[in-house]
């Protein structure tokens, strides 16, 4: 069944919209995240000029599609946000926008370390570490999940910790 988190990660503002007319959008903050989620930076100011609350997804969602200029333009206009919006710019390899992010006192933690891993953004770990992001045995686990072997070996020969899961997977 097609849901509110399926039309939010496909961008589906008007859907969002119907739903809320229908008394069956659970939380109205979905739809500046959608907007963020596409790049849609004309839908998103004009939610906002008729007073849409957003939150910390709408920054994790333009992180998520590489939306620098969305994410700017949030923060500028005090959306909040938190590690997802790491977590995701390093899932995605958007290493532009974890520079920015970062530059900007945006939090981090383990976690943008292990998405880099999973989906095989060495050059954005390498950047998290160098530049004193946290990491756990997760980082490895998440390489060995998707079989990112280089990135594993990089792992292992920074440091990064390991256990059992690494071999599970």
């Known amino acids: 069944e097609f849901g509110e988190d399926d039309a939010v990660q496909r961008g589906y503002v008007s859907t969002l919209k119907c739903l809320r007319q229908r008394g069956r959008l659970s939380d109205e903050r979905l739809l500046c995240a959608a907007a963020a989620r596409i790049g849609d930076l004309a839908e998103l100011k004009a939610l906002r ?57 945006c939090p981090w933690d383990r976690r943008t370390c292990s998405n880099a891993a999973q989906r095989g953004h060495l050059e954005v770990l390498q950047w998290a570490r160098e530049n004193g992001c946290t990491w756990d045995e997760w980082t490895c686990a998440h390489a060995a999940m998707d079989g990112r072997l280089e990135v594993l070996k990089w792992a292992r020969a920074n440091g990064c910790p390991w256990d059992e899961w690494t071999c599970y997977f």
């Open 49 to 105: 000029a008729a007073k849409w609350p957003w939150d910390e997804r709408t920054c994790s969602f333009a992180a998520w599609g590489g939306h620098l200029g969305i994410l700017k333009w949030a923060r500028g206009n005090e959306c909040p946000w938190d590690e997802e919006t790491c977590a995701y710019a390093a899932k995605r390899g958007h290493l532009d926008v974890l520079g920015w992010a970062r530059e900007n006192e």
